[in-house]
């Protein structure tokens, strides 16, 4: 039985600082494609950041290229994926979901990902 957990989402001041994390049990995410979604309220789930290890590369969506970061524990053995939030914006508040899939083509399409965690919601206060 799979399982994708998020924590570290919470109220922050514009120009703060979160650091998401994503661990996964019943699959390892170095042979998926592991990414960061959001989703604000009326808008649609939207492609954050994305890790490749099939290429070892990172993917980031224009809006947050810069300011957010996602990468791996170093620990082998700690199957968690992170996403640092550098100078937030009011406009990063959303439920930010952990992804992965074995077989995605496009990063940005949601149904490439077979797995989806529950959301933890950041709220930038402004």
């Known amino acids: 039985q799979w399982q994708l957990v998020e924590s570290g989402g919470g109220l922050v001041q514009a120009g703060g600082s979160l650091r998401l994390s994503c661990t996964a049990s019943g699959l390892t995410f170095r042979s998926h494609t592991t990414g960061w979604f959001r989703q604000a309220p009326g808008k649609e789930r939207e492609l954050v950041a994305t890790m490749d290890w099939g290429v070892h590369s990172t993917y980031y969506s224009n809006s947050v290229r810069g300011r957010f970061s996602i990468f791996s524990s170093r620990d082998t053995a700690k199957d968690t994926v992170y996403l640092q939030m550098n100078s937030l914006k009011p406009e990063d508040s959303a439920i930010y979901y952990c992804?992965?899939?074995?077989?995605?083509?496009?990063?940005?399409?949601?149904?490439?990902?077979?797995?989806w965690g529950q959301g933890t919601q950041v709220t930038v206060s402004s």
């Open positions: 992804a992965a899939g074995p077989q995605v083509t496009t990063y940005d399409r949601t149904d490439d990902y077979d797995y």
